[in-house]
């Protein structure tokens, strides 16, 4: 096997920098919209084999690991909370957490009962992958679960949440731990079914406070963390906008921890510290550059890791649907000859 | 007067700290409301009484400056962007920038003829407020007006924006130039009406890596605050989401630099360098949370500021409607009292 994104996750010496692309697998590629001509996002992350089809679409860019086709969305219909995904809008919940009453409600499902086509998914990948490259499972983190089920879709301000997290910390604590015995019986449930990592995606934690982080949410994310270190698979703890929180973060656990652009790496991977693995953190528009531009910008990422072992090269946050297949190929290119070189 | 806010603005000793906020004159109003029932936002804008009368609502909680009633996009419609409001949606642009060419196009405007309500407004909020305290004017700064000009309005990601800086650098340099002599002179004209600080709104700043900022937007604001120097009146520099662009950004320039929730203000304060002020830096959802917790936040703030000469107390981004005017009035003598005991 390709181990070089483990063997990275560990902190050991790799021939070259490992490179993989949150939403690697996705709209930019034609083959994918190839498939979406024909089943919603839900119908594929819910059909095992073609979630594992397109989980393997990127090797052909020559990344070093897949991620399992899926959604962090994907617990909360059973949880008793469903949602779609509206033409242009995002995912959209019917019925959106609006009271105590409400958290009451939330069914703690088994994974293994309710997301049983995920973990199916992740066994036809790995057979499918036949040794290739890791594969990596994730799920969402219970704050950035928790912002869907209150604002009912995306949000600027993440207002309703907040305020639901202000004005009843009792029911905001309920929401978080059933959120959180969810997301670590399905992390742990994917590993068991073959994943080689995982990730956490605390996608809008970067909007608390370090204080509201410390307080409302620290201590839920290091519960989940704590429950993985049975399984002994590495981890990666994901958010953006988060400069202010990556100590406690940090704190919370994961063996890399995600990067975004606004953060640079050198003095990111300092404040997490070097017994960690980092993951970043390319701005995902300079996928959008010219070629001359998006190489330079990857140079001044590899010159920040500085050649120390334990850098996972990634976007800061997912690709976006414009970007072209074949700039991405070239990049993960780039990526390896530059950093054999150093 | 009261000079509290601007004795603050040169780290002159107070005897209270002194409190403002952004959008304090706003939909949370009912006397604002009342007036918005019979005008649109750009009609108040447009007829300096109406601008002046609503600019003075928010005396009435015991603020201690008022902040003229504007848009920061007001100039991009004299220089051929034409823009509204459409409801629920925030600003619209006609005609956003697509090409080069567009921004041959857009004209460099004298604010003094093309902005002349402006100007009414602010003499005649200073007459109507009689000297009872400091007017503060403002402008957008050229990174987020130029990023409304390129997405249309607002975004998520700002790919248009960035996409365009990275691949016509030539171009990106003219549009911010444009638009840094435009704001520049209306930050001028803006103070030779009466207004005794200004205010640079960089509000989406923050979606830029510290690289980026450094390259394609810190000289053109410094130029901007150069140009001010000349009338010895004090600046505040705002942006959201900087922790990691602060010190790009106090080097640009501001007698006081805005932090917004995410960054603890000691250590943004320690980071902008103790010669400068430091405005800030309450998360605008607090103000929904129940009193206790609100004055806790507060009182955190306060404690972080530790007495240091040169606190101005505000929300890290604008109030939002959902607000009651009783506890912005009850979070004004808070921190009035809270600071005068320490």
């Given at each position: ?68 086709f899926a ?104 929401l978080m ?100 693995a980092c ?64």
């Amino acid at each position: 096997m390709n181990d070089r994104f483990l063997r990275a996750l560990r902190r050991e010496p790799v021939d070259a920098t490992p490179v993989w692309f949150m939403r690697q697998a996705g709209r930019y590629m034609p083959e994918y919209r190839a498939i979406r001509a024909n089943y919603t996002l839900l119908e594929i992350c819910k059909q095992p084999e073609l979630a594992a089809e397109v989980t393997l679409q990127p090797l052909r860019l020559g990344v070093d690991a897949c991620i399992l086709f899926a959604d962090i969305l994907l617990p909360l219909d059973p949880m008793g909370c469903p949602f779609s995904f509206e033409k242009g809008e995002g995912p959209v919940l019917h019925a959106p957490i609006r009271e105590v009453a409400d958290v009451d409600r939330l069914r703690v499902i088994d994974p293994r009962e309710s997301l049983a086509y995920v973990l199916e998914g992740i066994r036809l990948s790995k057979q499918a992958l036949g040794g290739k490259v890791p594969l990596i499972a994730f799920a969402g983190a219970p704050f950035t679960l928790a912002s869907y089920l209150l604002e009912g879709g995306k949000s600027a301000n993440f207002l309703k949440t907040k305020r639901f997290m202000i004005e009843h910390p009792q029911a905001w604590h309920a929401l978080m731990e059933k959120l959180s015995i969810v997301v670590a019986d399905l992390l742990i449930a994917q590993i068991d079914a073959g994943a080689d990592a995982v990730q956490l995606f605390d996608s809008w934690v970067g909007q608390l406070s370090p204080h509201d982080y410390r307080t409302s949410v620290q201590p839920h994310v290091k519960g989940i963390f704590d429950k993985l270190k049975a399984r002994n698979v590495p981890s990666i703890h994901f958010g953006t906008g988060t400069a202010t929180l990556l100590e406690a973060m940090a704190e919370a656990g994961g063996s890399a921890l995600g990067l975004d652009w606004r953060m640079p790496l050198a003095e990111g991977w300092q404040r997490i510290g070097h017994d960690r693995a980092c993951q970043g953190n390319l701005d995902p528009c300079m996928l959008l550059a010219p070629e001359k531009a998006l190489f330079a910008a990857a140079d001044r990422i590899l010159a920040e890791a500085n050649g120390r072992n334990g850098h996972i090269f990634n976007v800061g946050h997912g690709i976006v649907p414009e970007t072209c297949p074949e700039v991405v190929r070239a990049l993960v290119d780039h990526v390896h000859e530059a950093s054999r070189r150093l």
